[in-house]
C-alpha cells in the first residue's frame, strides 16, 4: 500500500511527501470513511499530516507513512 501511495501521490519523485502532496490522500481517505458529509479544510488536513509526520520536518517517509496506514488506516 505504501508503495502504491508513494507512485500515485509523491510528484517530485524525492522519496517523500510534503504538505501539498499529501492534501489528495488525505481526502481520499476521508472520502471512502463512513462519514455522510465531507467538509475537509486546512485544520482537518493539518491533522492528519501531522499525525502521519512523526517527526515533525514537514514531510512523511515511506517509513513514517507505513506507521500512519497501519495505526489509523487499516481495521
Known sequence: ????I???F???HNGSIDREEA???FI???KKSEATKIVVD???L????SKADLNQDGKITREEAAIFIGSY???
Do not use: A, S
Open 1 to 4: 500500500m505504501v508503495d502504491q
Open 6 to 8: 508513494f507512485t500515485k
Open 10 to 12: 509523491d510528484i517530485d
Open 23 to 25: 492534501k489528495p490522500i
Open 28 to 30: 481520499e481517505v476521508l
Open 42 to 44: 486546512e485544520n482537518v
Open 46 to 49: 493539518n491533522e492528519y499530516f
Open 73 to 75: 488506516l487499516i481495521k
